[in-house]
């Protein structure tokens, strides 16, 4: 069964930059298509980015476009999110989802999930 950790998240001023990681175990991460996810205070849990299988497909929300990009390294079982230009309303849990086959728009095709990360912008 494949299982996620997320890791670095933490406090950032706004304007600044984090490097979120999601590490897979259980098994091989070309498997899956990954996704990230992020959870506002009560808000719903929106969908961020989505990685392909490979690598060569990418897609991102409107409102990350062009701050965040999305990686993966299979050698390693890791997905990356690089998110510059950080918000105030980027604050979020994070989270990172597997789903066999190809990028999903809604959550409800992600079956594997992280306990996600905390990601705070603030001055």
């Known amino acids: 069964q494949l299982q996620l950790v997320e890791s670095g998240g933490g406090l950032v001023l706004p304007g600044g930059s984090l490097r979120l990681s999601c590490a897979a175990s259980?098994?091989?991460?070309?498997?899956?298509?990954i996704g990230w996810f992020r959870q506002a205070p009560g808000k719903e849990r929106e969908g961020v980015s989505c990685?392909?299988?490979?690598?060569?497909?990418?897609n991102y929300a409107d409102s990350v476009k062009g701050r965040f990009t999305i990686s993966r390294d299979n050698a390693t079982n890791t997905v990356y999110l690089q998110m510059n230009s950080l918000r105030p309303e980027d604050k979020a849990v994070y989270y990172c989802?597997?789903?066999?086959?190809?990028?999903?728009?809604?959550?409800?095709?992600?079956?594997?999930w992280g306990a996600g990360t905390q990601v705070t912008v603030s001055s």
């Open positions: 989802a597997g789903t066999a086959g190809i990028c999903q728009e809604g959550r409800i095709y992600y079956a594997w």
């Open positions: 259980g098994f091989t991460l070309d498997y899956y298509a």
């Open positions: 990685i392909s299988r490979s690598g060569d497909s990418t």
